[in-house]
């Protein structure tokens, strides 16, 4: 198929919004669109927005569910922050989503949809669409249900099976509206539907009229080329947070030479590394579902002792049920990897939104001096790098390390361009050395790093107990000397801080001194360097240090701060890195943009702030 | 123990090879010395190498144990332990591990770890010291504690029904269940020995005195006077008898025991319950493990020791068949699996 006749404008980027019922299938819309334009070259970001509840009552404001895009022939790093299109199956969707079209975007609703009691569930007193509020956007009344009906009949499918396909004649509709061949997903609906093939030919008839409906109707007056981006060669995927840290973690294991050993129990957002890990038994990953956080957190605990690469995830409220299992590790020194998918809190708070909020718990949420690694990941793809590092670091300083990722990241997609695995670095064991006296001393150290040796149990001569108890320097028998704490607990602290030493610098995006330094960590990574690389063409004096190592920081940190007049802390938390950096260096210009609504930096708040910043 | 398990010790070892350093610190006139002198002396008879030993514990005065021991060892948090010692097992098959909890440690705060440790059938072997009291934290009630004990926080007498730790057991689908008593060295370390043997969790509950907070509390069962009428050894196969010339016995009367004399109303050793320790329906064994003096003996020996197939062989069997039938093998082809594209 191919667009034809009408006019064809070009874009360098464009964020498309598709948003419905939880049921009506927004995130396979939005995921098959994704991945056709990212099989033509452009560049991409992805945010599914959906609700906690599997399937809230249709047509009602709590059930909207929605699937973010921005596609682009330039570099994207965000999935944008207002759509240019809104694609809205039914009033709640509309009525929800709204406020996210810009000025004059376009609008395509199911005007089938817009009737009496759907109005009415979704909170309007009138038909949007009949009363003027939106003449402000370029609206499209498509009826997409009773064209789909109409496309449908013969079928062999119930009422309801057919109305389901509507969604993939929206589809239709933006693949021509962005010019996409909708090839790529007639091949999906083939193999996904292999088994049934009324859905296969239900599914493809519905797409191809979406597609025929958007070129012949009058009310779209153009089609849009985007480009494909000037990107690094080489061979691309999707991948997604959660499965990259799957990934990442896998690839650590099979470098150290172990099993992986995942003890996990179910939460949202980190379910999905559990799902992923679970598939992989064929490659020696021991997925451990425990009967609660806590057992989750020991099992792995208990697979570090017996010296396997041992990792546990959670999010927010589970991650507090797991600190004292942490606390355990940090005193029996044993590498272990804590991943913290956060959620927006306190308590449950918002299961399926983002917040970066978890930072202080990470530093600090465990009884007694307690110092952990704690790491970040920036970008969906990143959490690959993120994770293997996170393991590395544990097993060659053989402590626990937090690695913090969010419901952005674990969710949303990007096209990654796969790494060389070959040339990550090495990841050493940290075996007692062969001339190691016995009887076996557990709390020696390598003088380098302080870290004490791995002998783990089915080794023959180097028997050991170990245990949360304060244990003698060096011997690891119990010890209640007070000299012997002091020593243990500035050993375990120096032991962390010397970490420093084995991370990368930190860099500085733009501008490498000057006037603003925006400092971000983790998953707003993509907002920060949007707004800083836009500032910078505009001829602001302004860098990005986006941090990945969050303790110890990078031993260039200080460094890096004093190279600006101003330093802004930008977190959806309440200002937890910036306390964090005004204790360890209180003799900078500090500022803060922090927003905690469950959602991404949008570029345009940044950039504001930068703007106040740079000519206040 | 797995098939995999175990390689066997070379030397043939004795009680004092598994002595560690360290000075025992338990109360004068604990009943915990008994139990690791029992265990040092069962250890030597299981034939296991000491570096495949591993053994672990949560908190309490039974959590010291590991530090006793010159094997593998790891103290780690309160009720946690058997949650750790499944990390354990599951990441090292070939090693023999063992979880040494109290009643507070296994049945308050471990509560959820105890009973899916069970119910998974996780090849590990726990040890449970039951003293019906806290010593640790000085004296307060447990939930294996009588009911009206009085304690340093029950002055007016506990209010709360206590766990019996067999049927606790028994309701999370354990496969093997003994009883054994502090006072009784020969049967702990035979039992000790059964535990190692059997495939799947293995619960003992030792009945353990603690001499300074609750003195006695067993004494109704191992006190001499008492003892021949207040303890049932099982055995399997063999008919339950017990009292002084094991003149007395268990039967069925309806849904209910009773205990009966034999000779007494024409009652002969054929009228009494023959112990089956290997019978998968647990109703026998639940009410073996409730009986309490003085109406009914304490039954001591192994209870239930039922086959059923492990946690660590169901993952072993699905990690062998994930492999065979795996077409990746390596994460870079798991990296380049399902769709990518190339950009010139």
Same mark, same amino acid.
């Given at each position: /198929? ?6 064809? +404008?070009?874009?360098?980027? &464009?964020? $498309?919004?598709?948003? =419905? !019922?939880?049921? @009506? ?35 009602? /404001? ?6 973010? +895009?921005?596609?682009?022939? &330039?570099? $994207?790093?965000?999935? =944008? !922050?207002?759509? @240019? ?532 | ?344």
């Amino acid at each position: /198929m191919t667009a034809t006749a009408k006019k064809r +404008v070009e874009l360098d980027r &464009v964020v $498309i919004r598709f948003v =419905g !019922d939880s049921g @009506d299938g927004m995130q396979l819309t939005g995921s098959q669109f994704t991945y056709t334009s990212a099989m033509l070259g452009n560049d991409i970001a992805t945010l599914p927005d959906f609700p906690a509840e599997i399937r809230a009552p249709q047509g009602t /404001m709590e059930g909207v569910s929605g699937f973010q +895009v921005q596609i682009g022939s &330039v570099d $994207i790093h965000t999935p =944008g !922050d207002e759509a @240019d299109v809104l694609v809205a199956m039914n009033p709640a969707a509309l009525r929800a989503n709204l406020k996210w079209l810009r000025q004059g975007g376009h609008l395509i609703v199911d005007m089938d949809d817009f009737e009496g009691k759907n109005l009415k569930r979704a909170g309007y007193d009138k038909d949007p669409l009949e009363d003027g509020s939106l003449d402000g956007y370029s609206l499209t009344r498509a009826p997409i249900t009773s064209l789909t009906k109409e496309a449908l009949k013969g079928v062999d499918l119930s009422t309801k099976g057919i109305v389901r396909c509507k969604n993939m004649f929206a589809l239709g509709i933006v693949y021509w509206l962005f010019n996409r061949d909708p090839e790529r997903t007639l091949k999906f609906i083939a193999e996904k539907f292999r088994k049934d093939e009324a859905l296969i030919e239900a599914n493809t008839k519905a797409l191809q009229a979406g597609y025929f409906y958007a070129e012949t109707v009058e009310a779209l007056p153009s089609s849009y080329e985007i480009a494909p981006a000037l990107i690094a060669p080489g061979t691309y995927r999707h991948i997604a947070g959660n499965q990259a840290i799957a990934w990442g973690l896998m690839a650590a294991a099979e470098r150290l030479g172990s099993d992986l050993f995942f003890g996990s129990y179910p939460i949202t957002p980190a379910s999905d590394i559990l799902h992923e890990l679970t598939r992989h038994r064929g490659m020696g990953v021991l997925a451990f579902q425990a009967e609660d956080e806590i057992a989750a957190v020991c099992s792995a605990i208990g697979a570090a002792f017996a010296g396997q690469l041992a990792v546990t995830a959670s999010s927010g409220p589970g991650i507090a049920l797991k600190g004292e299992g942490m606390g355990l590790a940090v005193m029996a020194e044993l590498p272990l990897v804590i991943v913290d998918v956060q959620r927006a809190g306190p308590s449950t708070g918002l299961p399926t939104k983002t917040e970066q909020a978890d930072l202080n718990i990470a530093l600090h949420g465990r009884n007694g001096e307690s110092p952990a690694i704690v790491l970040a990941a920036r970008s969906p793809a990143q959490c690959f790098e993120a994770a293997y590092m996170a393991a590395k670091l544990a097993i060659e300083h053989m402590t626990p390390v937090i690695l913090l990722s969010d419901g952005y990241l674990a969710n949303g997609t990007e096209p990654w361009r796969i790494p060389n695995i070959d040339s990550m670095p090495d990841i050493k064991r940290q075996s007692p050395p062969a001339d190691v006296a016995t009887p076996f001393k557990p709390y020696l150290r390598d003088p380098a790093t302080l870290a004490r040796y791995w002998a783990v149990p089915g080794t023959p001569a180097l028997e050991h107990r170990i245990g949360g108890l304060e244990k003698a320097d060096v011997g690891g028998d119990i010890s209640y000397d007070p000299m012997n704490h002091q020593k243990m607990v500035d050993l375990r602290a120096e032991k962390v801080a010397r970490v420093a030493d084995h991370i990368p610098a930190q860099s500085v995006r733009c501008e490498q001194s000057g006037k603003v330094l925006v400092v971000g960590w983790g998953g707003t990574y993509g907002s920060l360097l949007t707004a800083v690389t836009e500032l910078e063409a505009a001829g602001e004096s302004v860098g990005l240090a986006h941090f990945e190592y969050l303790n110890p920081l990078p031993a260039n940190t200080e460094d890096v701060l004093s190279r600006f007049e101003h330093i802004l802390v930008c977190e959806l938390n309440s200002g937890q890195f910036a306390r964090y950096l005004k204790s360890l260096f209180p003799e900078h210009r500090y500022h803060q943009l922090n927003k905690v609504q469950g959602l991404p930096f949008r570029v345009n708040e940044v950039k504001d702030k930068i703007m106040e910043l740079c000519h206040g | 123990m797995g098939e995999q398990a175990v390689k066997v010790s070379e030397a043939k070892l004795t009680k004092d090879d598994f002595a560690s350093d360290q000075t025992v610190r338990w109360c004068p006139g604990c009943g915990d010395y008994a139990i690791l002198s029992a265990m040092q002396k069962a250890l030597p008879e299981m034939g296991i190498a000491k570096e495949d030993l591993v053994f672990i514990s949560g908190i309490g005065c039974a959590a010291r144990f590991p530090y006793y021991l010159s094997t593998y060892g790891f103290h780690t948090i309160h009720g946690r332990g058997p949650a750790i010692a499944t990390g354990v097992k599951l990441a090292n098959p070939a090693l023999s591990v063992w979880e040494i909890q109290g009643d507070g440690d296994a049945l308050a705060i471990g509560g959820n770890h105890f009973i899916h440790a069970l119910r998974r059938n996780v090849d590990i072997n726990i040890l449970l010291f039951n003293n019906e009291i806290y010593g640790l934290t000085k004296g307060q009630y447990s939930p294996t504690s009588q009911q009206g004990l009085i304690t340093t926080s029950t002055p007016l007498g506990s209010i709360e029904r206590p766990f019996s730790a067999g049927e606790v057991a028994l309701g999370s689908q354990a496969t093997f269940f003994a009883r054994t008593i502090d006072t009784n060295p020969k049967l702990m370390s035979s039992i000790f020995i059964e535990a190692e043997q059997h495939r799947g969790t293995s619960l003992v509950e030792v009945l353990q005195n603690c001499i300074i907070y609750n003195d006695k509390t067993h004494s109704l069962i191992t006190a001499k006077e008492n003892r021949d009428d207040f303890q049932l050894h099982l055995e399997h196969g063999k008919p339950m008898l017990f009292g002084a010339g094991n003149s007395k016995g268990l039967r069925l009367n309806g849904l209910k025991l009773e205990v009966v004399t034999l000779g007494e109303n024409g009652v002969t050793e054929d009228d009494i319950l023959v112990h089956d320790a290997l019978e998968p329906d647990p109703t026998l064994h639940q009410m073996l493990v409730r009986m309490r003096p003085p109406e009914f003996p304490m039954a001591l020996g192994v209870v239930r020791a039922v086959k059923a197939r492990t946690y660590d062989e169901g993952l072993a069997a699905q990690l062998a068949e994930g492999q065979s039938r795996a077409k990746i093998k390596s994460v870079k082809e798991l990296l380049f699996s399902g769709e990518t594209w190339e950009v010139s």
